[in-house]
Structure formats: C-alpha cells, structure tokens
C-alpha cells in the first residue's frame, strides 16, 4: 500500500511523526505536511502565490506557508510517484467531532484526497497523550481496507480516545453530533495599546446522543463517521422550489 500522509498540525507534530512510523511497518509512506501548525484552515487552497517544499533528510516534504490541502494536492500530483493508493490524514492533536469537521485541516487533508479519487482517512486523537493507540487503530484499518476495500466514495473521520491501548472498548460507526454555537472572543492589549483579538474555544455540545460520534469517544469507543463531500441538503429541495415559485428577479436595477 502506497500511502500519502499529512496533516493540520505541521510536519514536526508528534501525531503525524507516531503515525508514519507505524505505517511504514507495512506500507510506503510519503509525509507532505505543513512547516507549521495550520490548524482550523479548513478547505483553504493557496491560489495567489507559489509554494514552496523542503524535503527532510528521512525524506518527509514540508510544504511553506502551505495549507493541509495544498499538501494533499502537491502530494497527489507532484510529489509522490507512482501515485498514492489512499490518502491519510492525522494523527491530529484533539478530537474533530460534531461541527468540527467544518474547520478541521485534517479532515480537509481527507476531503481533498477523496476529491482526488482516492480512499482518504482522516484520524484525530481526543487529547495529547496516547499517540500510539490512535496509530495502532488507524493501522488496524488500513490492513482492513487492504483486505476488503471500503467502496462507499465516502471519507472516514477516525476520533480516537486518549486511552492505552489495551483500554479501548471497541469501535463504533457513528454520525456527526452538533455545539451550540461558539460565541467567545478574547480580547487583550498589545504593548502600544493596540486591541488584538483571540477566537475563543467550541461550543458546548449540543447534540450528543447515544449514536453521536461524541457519545462514543466519551464511552471509551473508536468513532467512525463516514462523511461526504456532497453538501446539497437534498431535503430542503422541493421547500426552495416552493418558495422560489412566485419570486421574480427585478431586472429593473
């Protein structure tokens, strides 16, 4: 298995250094991570200027100012040859439950690796601690998916519990659960006087229910979230062509 990995929390984090070494047991691993953390950049994609590589002694690339999505893109089209079989993504510093997957760098990382065509995994660890034990779950699926590919087109966002190995219950397949909308800022002063501005932390969950992906990881389980790519709230698409039925353009202005 040829395995294109990154990240959203920089080439040097520990998760992404635990996993590669795990994964490189049984598989060719090319690393193409950020410099640096780029943590939350979401889907973000660096259009307005060229990019820049350096490549480690082990051979790991570190992508400058890059975004977790111009590492998968660069990956997937310049940098690691032959192609990748599968993309993954993590393991990342703090869980990405519920709404989190809305900002999340490392699971864009997945999200563009599926846009690619490939099978993406995106693993998160529900703290900063047992780097291993979300290694090991990850590798677990992967020799799966070696097995018996998983041919859903969907990506699979792995939340990990911070727990020894051996403390792990099992693993659960889970849907996103919600927060309550985030509304802190911090505010502070520079040394001129100059207001600076912090985005506080989430919201308080929301909706955490026994099939959440936060319900499982509290209980100690593996949470596996397939997630799609396609946004289209097909639901609400006869309630807009009703409600669009007697709205006119004004070709007026």
Not at 67 to 83: I, K, Q, Y
Not at 142 to 148: D, F, P, V
Not at 221 to 230: A, C, E, G, K, M
């Amino acid at each position: 298995m040829r395995i294109l990995l990154s990240n959203d929390d920089g080439i040097h984090a520990p998760g992404i250094q635990a996993l590669a070494r795990a994964l490189r047991e049984f598989a060719e691993v090319q690393v193409v991570a950020p410099d640096r953390n780029r943590s939350g950049a979401s889907n973000s994609l660096t259009l307005e200027s060229p990019l820049r590589t350096f490549q480690h002694a082990n051979g790991d690339i570190a992508v400058q100012m890059g975004t977790p999505t111009d590492c998968v893109f660069l990956g997937a089209h310049a940098l690691m040859r032959p192609r990748p079989d599968i993309v993954v993504s993590g393991v990342n510093a703090g869980p990405n439950l519920g709404d989190d997957v809305i900002y999340s760098g490392t699971v864009a990382a997945a999200m563009e690796g599926r846009h690619l065509g490939f099978p993406a995994l995106a693993v998160s660890l529900n703290g900063h601690q047992y780097y291993e034990t979300a290694a090991a779950v990850a590798c677990s699926l992967l020799r799966a998916l070696m097995r018996e590919p998983l041919r859903t087109g969907r990506i699979l966002n792995v939340n990990v519990p911070d727990l020894p190995l051996a403390e792990i219950k099992g693993i659960r397949v889970t849907r996103c659960g919600s927060r309550h909308p985030a509304e802190s800022v911090i505010e502070q002063q520079d040394p001129r006087g100059n207001t600076l501005y912090w985005i506080g932390p989430p919201g308080e969950k929301c909706d955490a229910g026994p099939d959440t992906d936060f319900a499982a990881v509290e209980q100690g389980y593996v949470s596996v979230t397939p997630l799609q790519v396609d946004l289209t709230a097909r639901g609400a698409q006869e309630v807009v062509t009703q409600w669009l039925a007697d709205v006119e353009v004004d070709k007026s202005w």
